[in-house]
């Protein structure tokens, strides 16, 4: 370990320079003493003459800081974080000077993780590679071997990030990344105290980024919370929700309060009920160890699908300031009503063996590393009540399923037909509702479904759809969720994150779904590549109405 | 893709051939969400319309070249109408011939887009006073490049006179990383800057533009000093009380940030294609203030005869 302590020149970059290192490595030392004496101000907080808000072509760049990655090795580590930095990076939103440090048990040289990220940028980066971004990126590339009980790796992480701060003037800003199974918090969590890596000195910052799941109920968030809130503050904890880093789900916020067409309806005098549904073709593929036990409910409706409820019902906050926001989301969860009787307003399903999409597949007994008597659901859908001024008495439906017949995230308002029809009951016969779909993903964009006259000289009304894409009005990628919500950890700008208050919110109205499931005993089976269990269906057939078919 | 030739036509003809195109295609609706208007010559009209094409799949939009031909000839109007190509939206090359060049602005005006924005761009030789000129007038917004001037200093120094809120200038654009680069330099304090010196290649019109918009934000003296090239070069700005803070660029893709009491820094600072700059023009379609008062500043400097 010891030879790891030895300065080291960032990989690439020494060799550039001509003649010039001493000067540097003084400057280096200099550097280090201002640190020490004066730190750097926060970015933004001293008046920087060369900027104005009325310069909009000036992006929001995140100052000189050192992103700390646990658990590099991971999939979401090599398919969307480390493309995403590069992404970052080619759209110039990283500082100069940004640093990445990769930590994990891997007897790995700087070099190997640049490898490692090399790979993970060309195969999945959204943007055409460069190579002077890539220049710019690996310069600051470090990588760090170790377990998370070694204390000796954690000492080298300290000297090292110690280090980049003298190397590459990162002023002490450091965010890590546990991008790690939650068992492994406490512990690289007590690590960064022990090394005084979680306390920042006057004038820098250090945040600490956690994916979810943030528990598996109540009690366990609560632990989870308590674990780093000891040695975080709320403020410098960011949850990410990948979800919330879409640009559609921002949309959502844009097309209710930006807008006067839509929010006169949005209520219970023209809203029949909202659907909102996360459908998955595929299973849950390598995911077995964390997957059985834990389930639909807790792996997407606990977070996403809440979230997307929230920010369809809430009412307008203030500001889209992290505060007004959040303030305004948990009211609505607050607000939400589980239905009276758990058992016909909620539905659970197994996928069992069958054919998706032109293929045979198993069911989700078969899979490997489950046990055949799981009871664990990879089907779940809840009627839930928001109950306020706006919203009683309208049923929120959501549902989320793996190996459904396709993917598809979307939000469905769908509004009460015309009380009355001035046509004859046989002209209006094929009318549905009219409806106000949010299409998450894939195909963002919103449609709106209306009644049209069908041309020729009957007066018949049938369901058209006008469509909205974003690929086609806008961008023709937009950024990935992750470039959005790793920039604003870097920026530390808050609002896409939840809070504490939210994740607790959320797990007070699934954990009572749980315990009466849990009582129930086996999930009902579906089809591969079917619509859900026909519970689900008769769930929605009792009050009337019916899923929006896939 | 789908390429259709009109000679001797119509702007009511072009209009319903685009519609009769977009149905055939199978996609009615209009997602497009404005108007580019593209007055060229025909040696630039493959490079811009290209660009434009580009640009498009960010901004889907109904691109319209105008190209004016021949005075002498006997009036006519040809169109080239492209659909379905890589990009989303629509491609009209007009082809003005005769006393029409004099009136380009009917054939336009029933061929925009309705309630939608319109851009009107030059990528050569620009009109004197572009908001007066008649094409100018339909546009909220209206771009040029110095760069493409006779004299591009004299051309950029000169648009403080002619400026009317909605002017840009590809000049001005091709800054942005250079702008965004020096103002996160100053995220964190920096000092007084006393003074400095923007080097570029001899004749580069972004050269005098950042050194104004640099003397206007910073308020210190900042002198343009020729470099070999290419392009803009380097930034170098004295702090008080002794250093630089500078920003240099010599082989147009990676520069090198230093400053007092800081390890240097390397960034990446390509040149970008026409294409990008057009795609953030097209970005914000309100009148961009800061150019205004970069402009301003830049004549009051020729004025007071610094160069």
């Not at chain 2, 570029?200 to 934000?217: E, T, V």
């Amino acid at each position: 370990m010891t030879e790891r302590k030895e300065p080291q020149a960032p990989a690439g970059g020494a060799t550039a320079r001509t003649g010039d290192d001493l000067t540097s490595a003084e400057r280096a030392v200099l550097a280090a003493a201002r640190a020490a004496t004066t730190g750097t101000a926060e970015p933004g907080m001293a008046a920087n003459p060369l900027r104005d808000p009325r310069d909009r072509r000036l992006p929001r760049v995140a100052g000189p800081c050192v992103l700390v990655l646990f658990g590099v090795t991971g999939d979401l580590a090599k398919r969307k974080l480390l493309p995403a930095i590069y992404d970052l990076g080619n759209r110039g939103l990283l500082p100069p000077g940004f640093s990445l440090v990769g930590f994990a048990r891997r007897d790995w040289a700087h070099e190997d993780f640049a490898q490692v990220t090399y790979e993970a940028v060309k195969e999945h980066a959204r943007t055409p590679f460069r190579e002077e971004v890539w220049k710019q990126l690996s310069e600051g590339i470090h990588f760090c071997p170790g377990e998370f009980s070694d204390d000796g790796a954690f000492d080298v992480l300290a000297m090292m990030l110690k280090e980049i701060d003298e190397t590459r003037g990162t002023g002490g800003n450091y965010a890590f990344y546990l991008s790690v199974p939650p068992k492994f918090f406490p512990l690289v969590i007590q690590q960064l105290k022990r090394t005084n890596l979680a306390k920042a000195p006057a004038g820098s910052w250090r945040r600490v980024v956690i994916e979810k799941p943030f528990g598996h109920d109540l009690k366990s968030a609560r632990e989870l919370n308590e674990i780093t809130s000891a040695v975080f503050p709320e403020s410098s904890v960011f949850r990410i929700d990948h979800y919330l880093g879409k640009e559609t789900v921002q949309n959502i916020l844009a097309l209710r309060f930006a807008n006067t067409l839509y929010e006169p309806i949005w209520n219970r005098g023209y809203v029949d009920h909202v659907q909102i549904t996360m459908a998955e073709d595929i299973g849950i593929g390598g995911r077995a160890g964390y997957y059985d036990g834990i389930g639909a409910a807790r792996d997407v409706i606990q977070n996403h699908l809440l979230q997307l409820l929230a920010l369809v019902a809430m009412e307008d906050p203030t500001s889209f300031d992290a505060d007004a926001l959040r303030r305004e989301k948990e009211k609505v969860l607050r607000a939400v009503k589980l239905p009276a009787d758990l058992a016909t307003g909620t539905a659970r399903g197994q996928y069992l063996r069958g054919w998706q999409g032109g293929e045979p597949v198993v069911g989700y007994l078969e899979e490997q590393g489950i046990s055949p008597d799981s009871t664990t659901e990879t089907y779940a859908a809840v009627k839930l009540e928001v109950a306020n001024r706006r919203w009683a008495g309208v049923p929120f439906y959501l549902r989320t399923g793996k190996r459904l017949s396709r993917r598809m995230t979307e939000v469905a308002v769908v509004f009460q037909r015309a009380p009355h029809l001035p046509f004859s009951k046989d002209d209006t016969e094929i009318l549905g509702h009219n409806a106000l779909v949010i299409r998450v993903q894939p195909d963002e964009g919103i449609t709106v479904r209306f009644g049209s006259k069908v041309p020729g000289t009957a007066m018949e009304v049938r369901d058209v759809n006008m469509d909205f894409a974003y690929g086609e009005s806008f961008m023709e990628s937009s950024p990935e969720a992750y470039e959005r919500l790793l920039l604003d950890v870097l920026i530390g700008d808050p609002p896409l994150f939840p809070h504490q208050r939210e994740v607790e919110l959320s797990w007070q109205i699934l954990d009572p779904i749980e315990e009466f499931w849990a009582s129930q005993g086996r999930p009902e089976g579906y089809v591969s590549g079917s619509w859900g269990p026909a519970s689900a269906d008769a769930m929605l057939a009792r009050d009337g109405r019916a899923w929006r078919r896939l | 893709m789908t390429t259709f030739n009109l000679t001797e036509t119509t702007a009511s003809k072009i209009s319903s051939t685009l519609t009769r195109l977009r149905h055939q295609m199978g996609a009615p609706a209009v997602g497009m969400v404005l108007t580019l208007v593209v007055v060229v010559d025909e040696a630039g009209q493959y490079d811009a319309l290209r660009a434009a094409t580009e640009a498009a799949r960010e901004h889907p939009s109904r691109i319209l070249i105008v190209i004016s031909r021949d005075p002498a000839e006997p009036d006519r109007l040809d169109a080239e109408i492209r659909v379905g190509e890589s990009a989303p939206g629509e491609v009209v090359l007009l082809r003005l011939y005769g006393e029409l060049t004099e009136h380009a602005d009917s054939v336009i005006m029933p061929l925009l887009l309705t309630d939608t924005p319109v851009v009107v761009w030059w990528p050569g030789q620009c009109p004197d006073i572009p908001a007066k000129h008649p094409i100018g007038q339909l546009g909220s917004r209206r771009i040029m490049d110095a760069r493409s001037a006779p004299d591009p200093v004299a051309a950029v120094s000169s648009r403080a006179a002619s400026y009317v809120p909605g002017d840009t200038d590809l000049a001005w654009t091709r800054l942005t990383p250079w702008r965004s680069l020096l103002a996160a330099a100053f995220d964190q304090p920096v000092g007084k800057i006393t003074g400095g010196v923007v080097e570029a290649a001899a004749g580069n019109p972004s050269a005098p533009l950042l050194a104004a918009w640099l003397c206007d934000r910073l308020d210190a003296p900042i002198e343009i000093a020729d470099s070999a090239g290419p392009g803009l070069t380097g930034v170098r700005l004295s702090v008080e009380g002794g250093g630089e803070l500078t920003l240099s660029r010599t082989d147009a893709r990676l520069a090198t940030l230093s400053r007092p009491g800081h390890p240097d820094r390397r960034v990446a600072l390509a040149r970008r294609p026409t294409s990008e700059l057009l795609a953030e023009e097209l970005r914000r379609l309100d009148p961009d203030d800061i150019y205004a008062a970069a402009i301003r500043r830049l004549a009051a400097m020729k004025g007071r005869g610094r160069s």
